[in-house]
């Protein structure tokens, strides 16, 4: 079928996973889309290596590649425009195995704190290289097409409903939203999202193995792919208009 839209969750540095997943995807063409929801960095022990992928995607496959921003890319963002500390700092974030990434440094441990010579580097990250901070700039907030519309995190309600990402002012809230009236209220186009993961949504709602609260969720309009990659899950893809489910595990 010509015209898929291939959408891939967070991915956070674990390549294991994002080759895996790519391996499990059919053949691509040119009327194909392979859309990414952001969040390529931190947690997993390959930031580096995922985002060198993924910007070099575009030349390595006859599909059209679209990479949004997730909110790990918007707050390195504004560490390096303004520092961030209680970003970098909390060893949950991941940050430190995303700067060992570009250092050369082991993959840290669970709570492992930065040393004192890497402090200075997250805290501004200055560890990036200059056109990796401008590939954050250049990506987009959202992506719509036929199918869906896809966003990192969400879209914001407003009197008894929801904008449209177009009709959003500050189009940052599409990257930090986790709002759970958004999960159980939204009504319209099929919105395809990632950022909170898939057992932290209400598994009563989801209508894709509600026994597995690990798994894809779906809801009536919503769809939510965030599958813990990076972070002790795995990764997934949902093609579209099929409904096809791929995942890494």
Known sequence: MAHRTFAIGDVHGDTDHLFKLLACLPTL????????????????????????FVRELPKNTKARVV???G????????????????????????????????TGGPSPGDGELPQPDEVGLMANGGFFPAEVIE????????YEDNHAI???A???SVDNGFLHPSQVDNPVALLWL????????YRGKLVVFGHTRTEYLPPELSGYTPEDPTDLWAGENVVGIDTGCGNGGFLTALELPALN?????
């Not at 918007?74 to 425009?81: I, T």
């Not at 489910?245 to 595990?249: D, F, G, T």
């Open 29 to 52: 063409d040119e009327d194909d889309t392979l859309l990414f929801l952001g969040d390529y960095v931190d947690r997993g022990p390959n930031s580096a290596a995922v985002v060198k």
């Open 67 to 69: 990479a949004l921003r």
């Open 71 to 102: 909110n790990h890319e918007d707050a390195w963002l504004r560490v390096v425009d303004h520092g961030w500390d209680q970003f970098v700092l909390p060893p949950g974030n991941g940050c430190l195995a995303a700067l060992r990434s570009y």
């Open 135 to 142: 590939w954050f700039r250049s990506l987009p907030y959202w």
């Open 150 to 152: 896809y966003v990192h």
């Open 154 to 156: 969400g879209l914001p």
């Open 178 to 185: 986790r709002d759970e009236h958004f999960f159980r209220n």
């Open 245 to 249: 489910v791929y995942e890494s595990r």
